[in-house]
């Protein structure tokens, strides 16, 4: 196939494709359903530590991890959902943030500890 008539194969083919931004997405953090405008992808093991594996996660929620956790802290200690979750600090976020509307987003600050180091 060449030019014009590959492409049109092509553009079929991606048509076929689900839309990903269309489906609804749950944050697997605070269990609230994730707008478009919202929605951020986060590698459980940094890309700078080699990951691959991504989740979906609110925008406040992935910025609320970086800031408390560095990355070789998320690559060692906090590389999946679960032990995530189950940090302290993290579930007070969780409880907190679960209250807000799905398209809430504020500013977040790095924690003290990151920016003593």
Known sequence: MTGR??????QAELSNLPDRQSD????????RAI????????HLIPKSHKGRETVIL????????HA??????LARQYNTVEKLKAQEDL???IKW???KPDDFFERTRKSRRLKST
Request: aromatic letters at 10%.
């Open 24 to 31: 609804l997405f749950i944050c697997p953090l605070c269990d």
């Open 68 to 73: 408390l956790f560095t990355e070789t802290e």
């Open 5 to 10: 008539i590959k492409k049109k194969y092509i």
């Open 97 to 99: 943030v679960r209250l």
């Open 91 to 93: 579930m007070d976020f």
């Open 35 to 42: 707008p478009k405008s919202q929605r951020d992808e986060h």
């Open 58 to 65: 609110h925008r406040i929620c992935h910025r609320q991890i």
